[in-house]
């Protein structure tokens, strides 16, 4: 059974940073790229990082610079991925989701909400 699970969200200043974390179970998730996806209220769900399975990593131009996505291949049955955002910008708030690239996966976590804001 699939399960992706989301977290580390929270309400951050602009400036500030967060971690994010992604537990994903169920289907050979290390085998697969993985994405940070975003969907602010009104807008379509985005990519914003992609990582391959080897390591390699891209990222959107709204973000490049800001964050770093990574990736823990090392349990059979767990692959964790984490999204690292520096200088975050009240344009960054958003729920933010973790899933295969290019094709996601059908079951979404509950994903984690990220808010900038003074």
């Known amino acids: 059974q699939v399960q992706l699970v989301e977290s580390g969200g929270d309400l951050v200043q602009p400036g500030g940073s967060l971690r994010l974390s992604c537990a994903a179970s169920g289907s050979a998730f290390r085998l697969f790229a993985m994405a940070w996806y975003r969907q602010a209220p009104g807008k379509q769900r985005e990519s914003v990082a992609i990582?391959?399975?080897?390591?390699?990593?891209?990222?959107?131009d709204s973000v490049k610079g800001r964050f770093t996505i990574s990736r823990d291949n090392a349990n059979d049955t767990v692959t964790t991925v984490v999204l690292q955002m520096n200088n975050l910008k009240p344009e960054d708030t958003a729920v933010y989701y973790c899933?295969?690239?290019?094709?996601?996966?059908?079951?979404w976590g509950q994903g984690t909400q990220v808010t900038v804001s003074s």
């Open positions: 990582i391959l399975s080897g390591g390699n990593t891209h990222y959107a």
């Open positions: 899933n295969k690239y290019p094709t996601p996966d059908d079951s």
